[in-house]
Structure formats: structure tokens, C-alpha cells
């Protein structure tokens, strides 16, 4: 028996053997799968057999459960198979059938729609007939309707006669309304027959209508004491029947106001189609239709006298009518205004209020006689454009008859006045064109005055900061005036061509006054040049004013969001950023010219005047610094007798800089010309000399006790702008043990090095500043201990 099993065993290793080899050489067959059928394998020998060799006698078993799984996979593969055919078949033949049955339904198609042609062939005539038909039926409906819409336009007018007949004025004006709202309707149709004859109709009666109220409210005005043409001496309120007359009055004006509708549409077509007359034509053209409503009809009934006297005296041939003397009929339209408010608010205002008309019967007032205005200044501006003196005189009497309009007389802003009557291309390009002419005569006379460069509060004080010449002054002066005279310019547009007309004259004036400096640079420290500073520095000053008002803010952000070209010309990207962020200004251009001119102005003074002090300090430059003896009592120190004179210049030219420059400018010359003294002293003198300890308490003395205090005067610490020299004398004047100390700590400071540096030993820079010492640096520290000449041993 073990025998047996061996034989079997050996039998079974001998088949594995050829199993795994057969599959081996399958895999070696088929390279595209080798290396996942490779590592199957290998993973299922491992698992199934393992190294054991023991375990080799269930390979008959493991061959056996394949053989069983492969018998299993057959028979499956073998029922699909055998299953596949009849489902292809079944799907074969649902195709079929739906074919066929589309087959049918194409035919069914075919059919009923060649019955279906047939059918519309024979009704096409029905068709034909019944259109015919139609048309007629619609067409006898539009000979209805248009008959319809005749028959009550006739309705209306017969019922119009026959209240006009019984004095029912109300219900006349009601079949008025009634007509006037039928042409409201009938104004998208092309009916244009009927269209003329309802507006003829509405005409007629409207027209009758209105006259008979009219001539009846203008006998109620008359015993009113209407019009009011000079001021009201009496009360307004008559004696006699005063009820009666109030009554009417107040029934007149509702009545008239209920003929508003019909009034404005016809006032509208005739205006349309040109039939309002020269008068209306150029009042419309004068004034913007989308600002002026239509007049209210009681305040136009009681403007026809008005307007027939202002038509007589400033239209016609009358001495009154001269293009010469404008203020004549604008004081005249004011003074009636201003007559006439009483009345108006009295009489008429509590009528409308009670009618409920959102209507205020002195601004109705104002803009009746606001037209006849803008009528004739639109006349005469077109007829003056050719003398400048008469058409400047125009837009000055136009611009106080608008200023006078909107404050005496509360006119409200958003209805317009005369202004937009300048804003017409051809006028406004006369008004920049005169504005300029009259800018360069004004400036040419004001240089060449006599008293151009002399200011005129000279002798007070509190009101001469600025030391303003007067030729800067009156230039100034003009500049606010033609801003005063655009300001009120409903368009920022033209504001704007104004502000580009401001700024070419300021630059003109920069350049007069810098021809004007050359000619007297030779000499800075006169009058008329420090009057050219003066003027420079307040022309600068006032327009930086300007550039934080209000006013010129808001034409700022309009210049930008319009883009003009006159304003915007020659700035870049970030020059248009800050504007649009406000962080700049419209006078930026002209404020640095003006800042580089007086930067110029004030750096030659400043030169000619030191030179003045450098030949008067040479002597004191030149002392025996050296050889002076030490002074123990300061109180029997006196100055230097070779400083006397620098002394005295620096002086002098102080007071002569404080009483001729502005303060402002005087601060920059004093504070320039200390920096310069303070440069002058510390190199010519200070180093070039020497100083024994006597010199060096000598300098300090004239220094501390003379020249410091001559700056005094205009401010508190005056060794603050002398801090070389300041410093250096404190060097100068430290006792010989401070001063070797120091001297040892500054040189060992330059010989060490960062990493050899004591933590604990005191920077140069502490130490000096201990002494004082901020400005001069150690190398200067150690040239000034280099002068001295008191050290141990010399």
C-alpha cells in the first residue's frame, strides 16, 4: 500500500509537472497576456498547493474541481446560445409588423390629404365671396363709425350752441372738454377730414367761449384797477359791490381754468403747424419747451395789456426802444413784477388754491412777462453781436435782471430765464470773445498804472498779510467777476469754456509778470521785485482757494465726466485720476508754473542777499581765532568788531525782507536765508580757521548772544536753523578732558570692528547726542576737535 500511494503520488507530481509546464507554454503563447495570466497562475499555485510537498495529493482533487467548473461554464454557454436565436427572431419580427403599420398609416396620409385639396379646391370660391364680403362689412363699419364719430362731434357742437343760447356756460365748457378729449383720441388716426373738422369745431366754440369770458374777466379787472403799472396807492380791495365782485371774479377764473385743456391743445397745434404768429414762434425758440408749461389762461388773459404796453414802447418805433439802454425794459418787466405781487396773491391766489390748481399765480406772472422778455433780448443779442461795447452792456444788464429775478422775486430755479438765451453758439462765442478782449485790455492797463506795484492797505496792518500789489489784486478782482458772471450758467459745458478762459488769462498774467522780473532782476532786493513776489505768492494762494470751492469742485467732476477737451487737455492717466478723485485740482498746472516762478523769484533774493553778507563777514572770517585769550567772565565779552558789519547787513535785510515780503514769503526767506548763513559760517569760517579756547568762547559769543537773536524775532528757538554751527561751537567749547575723551571714543569707534565691539561701551552716537550733537556726523566731530588748539602737550 505504500508502495502504491508513492506510485500515485509520483504519478500525480509527474501531472502537476506537465500541467504547470503546458501552462507555462501558454503563457509564452499568447505574450499580449502574459504578465496578468503569469501572476494568475502564480498566486493560484501558491494558495492552492503552497512549498509543501505534502500537499501535492490534492492536486487529483484540485484537477478534479476544475474539470467540474469548465463542464459547469460549457453547459452555460451552450443554453445561451440556444437561446439567443428565438429573441432575435421575436425582435425581427416586431420590426417587420411596425413597418408594415407605418406602410398603412402613409397610405391613410396620402388620402385624406388629397381629399383634403380637393375640399379646399371647391370652397376656394365660398372663400373668395366670403372675403368680398367681409371687407364690405368692414368697410361699411368704418363709414358707421366715422358717420358715428360725426354725428357727435355734431351732437357736441349743437349742445355747445344751445347752452351758449340758455348761458350755461358750465356745460358748454363740459361739451368743450368733451370735444377736445375726441381729439386727443383721433390724433393717431389718418382720418385727417375729420381730424380738420373736429379741430375746426373745437376752434369755433372754443373761441367763443373764451372771448365771451374774456371780455367779461377783463371788466371785472378793470374795476379792479387792473393792470397795476405803477405801485398801488390805494387798497386793492374796491369800496363798492365788493362781494359781487368776488364772486364773479372767482367764477371767471374757475371757468376759464376749466378751458385749460382745450386751450393748451390748440395752442399746441397751432403752434405745430405755424400759425401762432413771429411772437409765439420766437418766444418757443427762446425758451425751452420741456421747462415751461403752457401759461395758465386767466394770468395770459391778464397779461394782454401788459404785453400790448411793453410791445408799444420796446417793440415799435419809439424813442424808448434802443438797443443802447436794455435796463429799460428789464427794469420795466421787474417793476411790474414786483407791482403786481400784491394783487396776485391776494385776488387770484386763493381762487386757484380753491380750484385745486397746483398753480402759484405770481411764478404764472412772472413767466408771462418772462417772454415778452426773452423775446426782445433774443432779438437784440442777434442784432448786437457786432459791437462789442453794446453787446457786453446786454449781457450785463441780462445777468443782474436774472440775479435781481431769482433773489428779489423767489423765481424757482427750474424754470428758466434769460441765461439760456446766451448759451446760443453764436452768442456765447461772442460773450468768450469779449470777456478775453476786455481781460487783456484791463490787464494791460492795471500793469502800466501808477500805482500797479504798490499795495493799497500798505499802512494797515491787520489787512496787509499778503502784501498783495494792486495790479495782483485788481487781476484777482476780474477773475472772481467773470466767475461770478458764468456761475449761474445752467449748462456746465459753457461754465467750463469759461474756467479754460480763466486759466489762459492767469497764464498770461504769469507770463507779463515774468517779463516783468527779468527786467528787475538786476536788482531783487528792490521794491517793485519783491511786489513781483508778492504778487506771484497771492495769485498762488487764492487759486489754491479755489481749488477746494465748492463751485470749482463740482465743474471739476463735470470736466471729467464730460471729458473736456479745453479743461482735460494735455493730462495723463494719473493726472485725470486724481481729479476724478478730488485729490487734485483745475488749477494744478498753473500752481506749479506759478510755485516754480516764485521758487525762482525767491532763491535770487536770497543770493544777492547773502553775497551782500559774505563780503560784509570776509573780515570776520579773517580773525586771529587762534591767538585769542581765554575770557573767564562772559559778562565782559563784547562782539567780535569784524562781525559788526555782518551783523548789521543780516539785519537790515531782515527788516527790509519782513516790511516788503508777504508773510508767508517772508517765513520761506528768513527760514532760506538762516540755512544759507548757517552752510557760510560752518565752512568759511568755522573750518578754515583754528580756534584757541578764548576763540572758540568768542565765536559762541557772537554766535549765541548776537546773531541768533536777530532771527529771534520770528520765532522761539532760533539755534534750531543754525545747527551746524550751533553743534560746532559746543565741540569748540568742550573743557580739554571731555574733549580727549571724546576724541579717543571717536577714533577707537572707526578702528574697531562690528564683531569686536564692546556691548557695553557707548556708540559715538550717544555720546554726542549727550553733548547735543544730532546733525554733524563723528567725522565731523573729529575734524572740528582737530581745530582746537588746547591738548595736553602742544
Not at 444788464?397 to 438765451?421: I, M
Not at 456746465?492 to 504769469?510: H, I, T, W, Y
Not at 562781525?643 to 531782515?654: E, I
Amino acid at each position: 500500500m505504500a508502495a502504491l500511494t508513492a506510485a500515485e503520488r509520483t504519478v500525480d507530481t509527474e501531472h502537476f509537472s506537465e500541467s504547470t509546464r503546458s501552462l507555462s507554454s501558454d503563457t509564452e503563447a499568447f505574450p499580449a497576456e502574459s504578465a496578468q495570466q503569469h501572476d494568475f497562475v502564480v498566486d493560484f499555485i501558491e494558495k492552492e498547493v503552497g512549498s509543501d510537498l505534502k500537499s501535492l495529493k490534492n492536486v487529483s482533487n484540485l484537477l478534479k474541481k476544475l474539470t467540474d467548473e469548465n463542464n459547469v461554464l460549457e453547459e452555460q454557454v451552450l443554453t445561451v446560445s440556444s437561446s439567443v436565436p428565438p429573441k432575435v427572431s421575436a425582435a425581427l419580427s416586431a420590426a417587420e409588423e411596425a413597418r408594415c403599420s407605418l406602410e398603412e398609416l402613409l397610405k391613410k396620409e396620402r388620402l385624406i390629404s388629397n381629399m383634403l385639396h380637393q375640399h379646399l379646391q371647391g370652397a376656394q370660391p365660398w372663400m373668395d365671396n366670403l372675403g368680398q364680403i367681409l371687407n364690405q362689412v368692414d368697410h361699411i363699419e368704418r363709414h358707421m363709425e366715422y358717420l358715428r364719430c360725426l354725428q357727435h362731434i355734431e351732437e357736441l357742437s349743437a349742445a355747445v350752441q344751445q347752452c351758449l343760447m340758455t348761458s350755461s356756460v358750465w356745460e358748454a365748457i363740459r361739451a368743450v372738454d368733451s370735444m377736445a378729449a375726441l381729439d386727443t383720441g383721433l390724433s393717431e388716426s389718418a382720418c385727417s377730414h375729420l381730424q380738420d373738422f373736429l379741430r375746426e369745431t373745437l376752434h369755433f366754440w372754443h373761441k367763443i367761449i373764451k372771448d365771451r369770458l374774456t371780455i367779461d374777466f377783463e371788466k371785472v379787472l378793470t374795476q379792479l384797477h387792473w393792470p397795476i403799472i405803477s405801485p398801488p396807492t390805494q387798497s386793492l380791495t374796491p369800496t363798492a359791490n365788493s362781494p359781487e365782485i368776488s364772486s364773479q371774479l372767482e367764477l371767471l377764473v374757475t371757468q376759464l381754468l376749466a378751458l385749460q385743456t382745450s386751450d393748451d391743445i390748440l395752442s399746441q397745434k397751432d403752434l405745430a403747424s405755424g400759425k401762432g404768429g413771429p411772437s409765439a414762434q420766437t418766444v418757443s425758440l427762446a425758451t425751452p419747451t420741456s421747462l415751461a408749461p403752457p401759461l395758465c389762461l386767466p394770468v395770459q388773459i391778464m397779461l394782454l395789456p401788459l404785453s400790448k404796453r411793453f410791445r408799444y414802447h420796446f417793440f415799435g418805433n419809439r424813442q424808448t426802444n434802443t438797443p443802447n439802454k436794455p435796463e429799460w425794459y428789464l427794469t420795466q418787466a421787474l417793476m411790474w413784477m414786483g407791482h403786481s405781487t400784491t394783487f396776485m396773491e391776494e385776488k387770484i391766489q386763493p381762487i386757484l388754491d380753491r380750484a385745486g390748481a397746483d398753480i402759484s399765480a405770481r411764478v404764472e406772472l412772472c413767466r408771462g412777462l418772462l417772454s415778452l422778455v426773452q423775446e426782445k433780448v433774443a432779438s437784440d443779442a442777434s442784432r448786437l453781436l457786432y459791437d462789442d461795447a453794446l453787446f457786453s452792456h446786454l449781457v450785463e444788464e441780462v445777468l443782474q435782471f436774472e440775479k435781481e429775478l431769482r433773489s428779489n422775486h423767489s423765481y424757482p430755479a427750474s424754470l428758466p430765464g434769460l441765461l439760456h438765451l446766451l448759451l446760443e453758439d453764436a452768442v456765447l462765442q461772442k460773450w468768450l470773445t469779449v470777456e478775453r478782449k476786455m481781460a487783456v485790455e484791463k490787464m494791460d492797463a492795471m500793469l502800466s498804472a501808477e500805482g500797479a506795484w504798490s499795495s493799497q492797505y500798505k499802512d494797515i496792518s491787520d489787512m496787509d498779510e499778503l502784501k498783495a500789489p494792486d495790479c495782483a489784486e485788481t487781476f484777482m478782482t476780474l477773475l472772481q467777476v467773470i466767475t461770478e458772471r458764468y456761475r449761474g450758467l445752467p449748462c456746465p459745458s459753457a461754465q467750463l469754456k469759461f474756467l479754460g478762459l480763466q486759466r489762459e488769462l492767469v497764464d498770461d498774467f504769469r507770463i507779463r509778470l515774468t517779463q516783468v522780473m527779468k527786467e528787475e532782476s538786476r536788482c531783487p532786493l528792490g521794491a517793485r521785485y519783491c511786489a513781483i513776489l508778492n504778487a506771484v505768492n497771492y495769485i498762488s494762494t487764492i487759486l489754491s482757494d479755489w481749488g477746494d470751492n465748492v463751485f470749482f469742485l463740482q465743474l471739476q467732476q463735470a470736466a471729467v465726466s464730460l471729458g473736456d477737451d479745453v479743461v482735460l487737455r494735455d493730462l495723463g492717466v494719473l493726472e485725470l485720476g486724481r481729479l476724478a478723485s478730488l485729490e487734485g485740482s483745475l488749477f494744478e498746472g498753473l500752481l506749479a508754473l506759478l510755485d516754480r516762478l516764485k521758487g525762482d523769484m525767491l532763491g535770487r533774493l536770497l543770493e544777492w542777499t547773502m553775497r551782500e553778507v559774505i563780503e560784509k563777514a570776509r573780515p570776520y572770517g579773517q580773525d586771529r581765532w587762534l591767538s585769542l585769550p581765554s575770557q573767564h567772565d562772559l559778562s565782559t565779552m563784547t562782539l567780535s568788531s569784524s562781525a559788526c558789519p555782518m551783523m548789521l547787513c543780516v539785519r537790515d535785510r531782515l527788516l527790509h525782507l519782513h516790511q516788503s515780503l508777504s508773510l508767508s514769503l517772508f517765513q520761506l526767506a528768513w527760514q532760506g536765508l538762516a540755512d544759507r548763513l548757517d552752510n557760510f559760517l560752518y565752512q568759511d569760517v568755522i573750518l578754515s580757521n583754528h580756534f584757541s579756547d578764548g576763540g572758540a568762547a568768542q565765536l559762541q559769543f557772537d554766535m549765541t548772544r548776537n546773531l541768533f537773536p536777530l532771527f529771534g524775532h520770528y520765532c522761539k528757538r532760533p539755534e534750531n536753523f543754525f545747527k551746524h554751527v550751533k553743534e560746532a561751537c559746543i565741540i569748540l567749547g568742550l573743557n580739554v578732558g571731555s574733549a580727549l575723551l571724546l576724541k579717543n571714543l571717536l577714533k577707537e569707534s572707526e578702528n574697531e570692528t562690528r564683531d569686536c565691539t564692546g556691548v557695553d561701551d557707548p556708540s559715538p552716537e550717544s555720546a554726542l547726542n549727550e553733548l547735543g550733537v544730532y546733525c554733524l556726523a563723528s567725522c565731523d566731530v573729529l575734524i572740528l576737535l582737530s581745530l582746537r588748539a588746547s591738548w595736553p602737550g602742544q
